[in-house]
């Protein structure tokens, strides 16, 4: 049998999923993260953990491997692809110090121009690098995700055009734009891929001692966001995935790209389609802060979500918001409360459902292609109160899709999404 092995690597821990041609699952393996000294160590040993918890016999099948790390989390290794500083991680802002710097060189408006973008921490890097390492010993400039694929294919210098977005590769024309071609950095920029696309087989000493096919090959990677989408299920244009977690994420599958950076709005390529992305800073934390889960699932029960709620709050747990409202200043809106902790809930869960809708309404407006159903992760999406609420909304089907871990959308990528064709041999059925 054909096995294909999808590697997560997320904010607190990593996975691995393993599935054959038609999608069923075969193994699973998880890694909890630890507080480490030496982070790309701890990441090397979360890679062979989680292959050494997967059988012999699955192994032995297993004819690709697709990996996801959490977007915008870097490194700079030497020649033997050997770390020569700390990896930077996705939230760390440090990058903030070449804000001024990028905003010359970026045209306005950019996706790099961001604290946490891989450019910013890629100059921040260069700022902070001793000259000798800086000039003389040119250094290969990685992903998180990168730099796992490179421990199992040994091909230093490859990423793919979903993480490689925030360094400011160009998706659209498959290149490095001028601007940052001209800067001539002095790292190498990796060569970036489709994901999906084999990238070589297994390194032959890995194949030896784990008992992988020697022909396994290893495939260009995603972000972990991406991933989760793919996991999904959702694959037609029309179709999005709402994160119903912390926050609020919106993800829809358009004919058309969008990109606005007034409303933190920017679309990933998935082959001849693009991956339009909003995100609003309400959601799931707002609930936890008047609500224990417990409570969530007591006092929802007794929501009638047929009924609308005519309170309108705009639920933050601190001022300002980007999506679908831009506006740093925003007041969190949680008033009037009423006495009864239900009415209170109904209030919440209604008004997040309209920002939801407003958010979708946005994307459109903004020229994606028009919603046609909605996947929901995240701790909000097992409220089935909820998702009553929100259809009410939406006006389009809401589904609960049957695999949302990262790590099965990698899987899928090791399979062979055939991005090009969308829908021809897309994700899960
Ligand atoms: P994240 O990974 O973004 O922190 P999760 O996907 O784990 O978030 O979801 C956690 C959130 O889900 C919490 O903020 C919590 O308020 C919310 N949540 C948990 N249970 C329910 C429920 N029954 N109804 C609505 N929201 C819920």
Redesign the pocket.
């Known amino acids: 049998m054909n096995l294909y092995l999808g590697l997560d690597f997320g904010t607190s821990g990593a996975r691995a999923i393993v599935i054959d041609a038609d999608g069923n699952i075969h193994a699973e393996a998880q890694y909890l993260f630890e507080a480490a000294a030496d982070l790309a160590a701890s990441w090397e040993k979360a890679l062979f953990s989680l292959i050494s918890q997967i059988s012999v016999q699955v192994r032995r099948e297993i004819k690709a491997i697709a990996l996801n790390g959490t977007s915008s989390t870097v490194i700079l290794c030497d020649r033997a692809g050997n770390p020569v500083v700390e990896p930077i991680l996705y939230n760390d802002a440090r990058g903030v110090e070449m804000m001024e710097k990028l905003k010359k060189i970026a045209p306005p408006n950019h996706t790099v121009l961001s604290a946490t973008s891989s450019l910013a921490k890629l100059l921040w890097y260069l700022k902070a690098l001793p000259p000798d390492q800086r000039e003389n010993r040119k250094t290969y400039f990685l992903h998180q995700a990168d730099w796992l694929a490179f421990l199992l294919h040994g091909k230093l210098g490859i990423s793919d055009y979903h993480n490689a977005l925030k360094l400011g590769y160009d998706v659209g024309n498959l290149c490095y734009p001028e601007w940052l071609e001209n800067l001539q950095l002095p790292v190498y920029l990796p060569k970036v891929l489709a994901p999906d696309t084999p990238v070589a087989e297994i390194k032959p000493e890995i194949a030896t001692n784990f008992e992988f096919p020697k022909d396994c090959a290893v495939c260009a990677g995603t972000t972990d966001s991406i991933a989760a989408f793919l996991a999904s299920g959702a694959k037609s244009p029309g179709e999005a995935s709402t ?5 609020l994420v919106l993800k829809l599958l358009s004919h058309t790209r969008v990109d606005d950076a007034r409303y933190g709005i920017y679309s990933h390529r998935l082959g001849d389609l693009w991956l339009v992305g909003g995100a609003s800073n309400t ?3 707002v ?2 802060k008047f609500f224990t ?1 417990a409570e ?2 007591s006092l ?1 029960c007794q929501i009638d979500a047929e009924k609308e709620s005519l309170l309108d709050y705009y639920p933050l747990l601190k001022e300002g918001d980007r999506f679908p409202i831009n506006d740093p200043h925003l007041p969190p809106k949680l008033e009037p409360r009423p006495d009864n902790p239900v009415e209170f809930l109904h209030g919440l869960l209604e008004s997040i459902a309209r920002i939801e809708a407003r958010g979708y309404q946005l994307l459109q407006q903004l020229g994606s292609t028009q919603l046609s159903g909605v996947y929901t992760a ?3 999406a ?2 089935s109160v ?1 998702t009553a609420i929100r259809a009410r909304y939406l006006q389009v089907p809401i589904v609960t899709p049957i695999h949302s871990e990262a790590a099965y959308g990698s899987a899928l990528l090791a399979r062979g999404i055939n991005m090009n064709r969308p829908g021809a041999e897309g994700a899960e059925e």
């Open positions: 994160s119903l977690g912390s926050t959601g799931g934390a609930l936890r889960d969530l699932e929802s995240g701790g909000g097992k409220n909820w």
